[in-house]
C-alpha cells in the first residue's frame, strides 16, 4: 500500500530538547516536504527536498532542520525547540515536476506540543 | 513569491445546496491548481486539481474553474452532502517547483441536513 508515515503522532516535549519527526515513503517519489498546520494560517512549508541530499528552505524554515540521506525519509529535527513551534506536522511526497499527476501524498500528521 | 487567498473562511450551506470557495493567486507563473480535502482529525487529501492549460474541471458533484487572466480559481460543489462538511484547502505551484506547493488558508465547510 502507498503511504506516507510519519513518527511520533503525537509528541509533548519542554522547551530546548532537541527531537526529530520521522517521514517515510514507499512509492519511490523524488519531492518531499514539511508542513505545519495553525488554526487561521493553513499549511505552511518548512522544508522541502528534491532529492537526496538536496533540500532547500521553505517558508518558515526558521528553527528546523531536516536531511534527505536516503531517498525514502526525509526526518524533521527541532535542535532547540521553543513553544512557538506548538503546531501540526505534516510531511508529504510527490513525483518529478510536469509528471501528469503532482499529487502531493500527506502523511498521518505528527501533533507537537512543546512547554 | 506566490500569494493565495482563499474566501470565505467558513462556509454553511443546507444539504441539497450547491457551496463555492474562492481563491486567487499572485504568481501569473503559477500553472498547477490542487484542492484538498481535510476531514476533521485527518491529513489532506487531494480531491481535484486543474493545470493551467484548462479553464474547467469536473469530477461527479465537484467541480474547479480557472481563470487565468483574473488569477483566481474556484472550488465548486453541487448536491452537498453532510459527509462533505471539512475543511478544504486551495493550492497554487508552478511546474519549474511543483513541490512548492502555497497553501491558502483554508475554509470550514459545514454541511446541514
Known amino acids: 500500500e502507498a503511504q506516507v508515515t510519519q513518527n511520533p503522532r503525537y509528541l509533548i516535549t519542554v522547551t530546548g530538547k532537541k527531537l526529530t519527526v520521522t517521514c517515510s515513503q514507499n512509492m519511490n517519489h523524488e519531492y518531499m516536504s514539511w508542513y505545519r498546520q495553525d488554526p487561521g494560517l493553513g499549511l505552511r512549508q518548512i522544508y522541502y527536498?528534491?532529492?537526496?541530499?538536496?533540500?532547500d528552505k521553505g517558508d518558515v524554515p526558521e528553527g528546523y532542520k531536516v536531511s534527505r540521506k536516503e531517498k525514502r525519509n526525509f526526518p524533521l529535527i527541532l535542535e532547540s525547540p521553543s513553544p512557538n513551534q506548538t503546531s501540526l506536522y505534516f510531511c508529504a511526497s510527490s513525483l518529478l515536476p510536469g509528471a501528469s499527476s503532482d499529487t502531493q501524498y500527506f502523511g498521518p500528521g505528527t501533533r507537537l506540543t512543546v512547554l | 513569491g506566490e500569494n493565495v487567498e482563499q474566501h470565505p473562511s467558513t462556509l454553511s450551506v443546507q444539504e441539497g445546496d450547491s457551496a463555492v470557495i474562492k481563491c486567487t493567486y499572485s504568481?501569473?507563473?503559477?500553472?498547477?491548481f490542487p484542492w484538498y480535502k481535510q476531514e476533521l482529525g485527518k491529513r489532506p487529501q487531494l480531491i481535484i486539481d486543474i493545470r493551467s492549460n484548462v479553464g474547467e474541471k469536473k469530477d461527479q458533484r465537484i467541480a474547479v474553474t480557472l481563470n487565468k487572466t483574473a488569477k483566481h480559481f474556484s472550488l465548486h460543489i453541487t448536491e452537498t452532502q453532510p459527509e462533505d462538511s471539512a475543511v478544504y484547502f486551495c493550492?497554487?505551484?508552478?511546474?519549474?517547483?511543483?513541490?512548492?506547493?502555497?497553501f491558502g488558508t483554508g475554509t470550514r465547510l459545514q454541511v446541514f441536513p
Open positions: 504568481d501569473s507563473a503559477s500553472n498547477y
Open positions: 527536498s528534491m532529492n537526496v541530499e538536496v533540500t
Open positions: 493550492a497554487a505551484s508552478n511546474d519549474y517547483n511543483t513541490d512548492k506547493l502555497i
